[in-house]
Nanobody, 124 residues
């Protein structure tokens, strides 16, 4: 079992930056793909970004491409989401998740472990 704990959320003005962190309570195997999802008020949870466990390749949703960057540190059991040029539309609860798959996954059902989420609020 993998437990994931997110941190780094908060309130920021539009155009600002935040860095989300996700800590795993046990070793994340290199074969796990790590992802970030978000749920905005009144909307379905959606994919944000993922990083593969094998080669570290990354993929971001079109809505955040060029603004958000996902990274991981396997030695520290950490995954990060650097968010720049934040917009009010980025306001959501952000979730860290782990998929027992070596390559990029973008669908919720591929992810077997989830964190509790961290709130990000972007004011205009």
């Amino acid at each position: 079992q993998v437990q994931l704990v997110e941190s780094g959320g908060g309130l920021v003005q539009a155009g600002g930056s935040l860095r989300l962190s996700c800590a795993a309570t046990r070793r994340i195997f290199r074969s796990y793909t790590m992802g970030w999802f978000r749920r905005a008020p009144g909307k379905e949870r959606e994919f944000v970004a993922a990083i593969a466990g094998t080669d570290g390749s990354t993929y971001c949703a079109d809505s955040v491409k060029g603004r958000f960057t996902i990274s991981r540190d396997n030695a520290k059991n950490m995954v990060y989401l650097q968010m720049n040029s934040l917009e009010p539309e980025d306001t959501a609860v952000y979730y860290c998740a782990a998929a027992a798959a070596p390559t990029i996954r973008t669908r919720e059902y591929d992810y077997v472990f989830w964190g509790q989420g961290t709130q990000v609020t972007v004011s205009s």
